[in-house]
């Protein structure tokens, strides 16, 4: 047995779970809404306030299905209720962020700044200049464009400039030699 598999799906209060025919779940909470198709040869059984994942076989591609689609749905549920956020840091002279309505705009160096809008369900929110929160429901969307963020300037090892993780640790190269 999938040890993530299986564990119980806990439904709190003010979330509802709904499965179509075709395995499709839907899960409804008060941040919005999630849609996750699950393979066939799963089967979900909705009970006492618990969802269950069970599987066919032991065959290794139902082991795997198995943990994956929980997790999923997992993430559904805390999506929905709690939601996910990721948060960056600008590290060097004149980085900075700021959010005007659903656009976040990023100076890291370049000789224009970096204009993104938020996709649907996704926040950007700046504390400060030096930090940017990046806040949704889907755990996979919200990471996706933190790496996106990131990646436009990764943090170099001599100086320690561009945009990190906030409890990333960069690991620190010597310079030369005099």
Known sequence: MSRIGK????IPAGVTI???GQNVVTVKGPKGTLVQEVNGDITLKQEDGVLTLTRPSDAKPHKAMHGLYRSLIYNMVTGV????????KLVGTGYRASVDGNKLTINVGFSHPVVLDAPENIQFETPDQATIVVRGI???????LAADIRAMRKPEPYL?????????HIRRK???AG
Not at 7 to 10: E, G, N
Not at 81 to 88: A, C, E, R, V
């Open 7 to 10: 564990k119980p799906i806990a």
């Open 18 to 20: 709904s499965v179509s």
């Open 81 to 88: 209720t709690d939601g996910f956020q990721k948060t960056l």
């Open 138 to 144: 889907n755990k996979q969307q919200v990471g996706n």
């Open 160 to 168: 320690g400039k561009g945009i990190r993780y906030q409890d990333e």
């Open 174 to 176: 010597e310079g030369k």
